[in-house]
């Protein structure tokens, strides 16, 4: 079985700086996916990152990067330069046997 | 489509009532999921379609749920005689592929039961 967990419930940052949310996971598959994904009030779920567990180099997404590190199962997501756009839940969330497992979520204020 | 749609956005039905909610995935996307999200939690897997076939309805949290895509398009997922633990906001997703393609998200449709 696959389990995510983020372990902050809730991170604020000052707009302009950068935050790291945590990320870390469990699973028995050898080739799966990771994302993060953006959940505003309007509740729509948003692909911020995805990350390939067989690739080593981590992802990037203009300010979202990730650092993937595979054999500790930890996959946390570095915004830089945060806007108050970014203010949102996250979530976290591997990809295996088709569905997508997801933490609980991490509740992002940015201060302006 | 230019994205996935769901609806209605909200519903509210009384203890025992049956609902049914409606989602049209993104254009020619083969795979089709729903996802339960509880206040406060991520959301949980509850079935996959690949066209018409579901191919996995492990997350269905009872035989009161049931969901359905005939023509390997548009979905529905009908939950019978809803009880207060059924509120919840109802997510369904699509992807292009098969297999480990991206999932694209709809608003959600948000069920509250009373």
């Known amino acids: 079985a696959q389990t995510v967990t983020q372990s902050q419930p809730e991170m604020s940052v000052q707009e302009a700086e950068t935050v790291t949310l945590s990320c870390t996971y469990d699973?028995?598959?050898?080739?799966?996916?990771l994302f993060w994904y953006k959940q505003p009030p309007s509740r729509q779920m948003i692909l911020v990152i995805r990350?390939?567990?067989?690739?080593?180099q981590n992802a990037t997404e203009n300010r979202f990067s990730v650092n993937f590190q595979k054999a500790a199962k930890s996959f946390s997501l570095k915004i830089s330069d945060s806007q108050l756009g970014d203010a949102a839940m996250y979530f976290c969330?591997?990809?295996?046997?088709?569905?997508?497992?997801f933490g609980q979520g991490t509740r992002l204020t940015i201060n302006p | 489509g230019a994205g996935v749609s769901q609806s209605p956005r909200y519903k509210v039905a009384k203890r025992g009532q049956d609902v049914a909610l409606r989602c049209d995935p993104i254009?020619?996307?083969?795979?089709l999921f729903w996802y339960q999200q509880a206040l406060g939690q991520g959301p949980e897997f509850l079935t996959y379609?690949?066209?018409?076939?579901?191919?996995?309805k492990s997350g269905l949290p009872s035989d009161r749920f049931f969901a359905e895509r005939p023509e390997g398009s548009v979905s529905t997922l009908k939950i019978q005689r809803t009880q207060q633990e059924d509120s919840a906001v109802y997510l369904c997703?699509?992807?292009?592929?098969?297999?480990?393609?991206?999932?694209?998200f709809g608003p959600g449709t948000r069920l509250l039961v009373l």
């Open positions: 254009s020619g996307h083969v795979s």
């Open positions: 997703a699509s992807s292009s592929g098969r297999y480990q393609e991206t999932q694209y």
């Open positions: 990350q390939e567990a067989y690739k080593q």
């Open positions: 379609f690949q066209n018409e076939a579901q191919l996995d």
């Open positions: 699973t028995s598959e050898s080739d799966y996916y």
């Open positions: 969330a591997s990809e295996g046997a088709q569905k997508l497992v």
